[in-house]
């Protein structure tokens, strides 16, 4: 393998790993250990990740909810969905 071709291998695992470190925006750092801690805290109490698409204005709405509500935007959405629930009975 050519020198150049070396080098651009190397840039290119430099930029992999740091936008891999880099935290998304609006986090805090966390390290592994507090990850995986709070994954088996989760874990323990039953709860299980559940991602879904929304729309922008509904998302915005759930965020200005979320901040006045005690458990937060989890316990927000969980009430929501209870409700929500219910009533389709």
Do not use: I
């Amino acid at each position: 393998m050519k020198q150049a071709q070396l080098e651009k291998l190397q840039s290119a695992r430099l930029l992999s790993e740091t936008k891999r470190a880099a935290p998304r925006p609006g986090t805090r750092p966390m390290d592994d250990a507090s990850r995986r801690e709070r994954r088996r805290r989760d874990a323990a109490l039953g709860l299980v990740p559940f991602a879904v698409k929304l729309d922008g204005e509904l998302v915005k709405t759930l965020h200005a909810r979320a901040t006045s509500h005690e458990g937060g935007m989890n316990a927000l959405v969980a009430e929501l969905l209870q409700k929500g629930l219910q009533a389709q009975k």
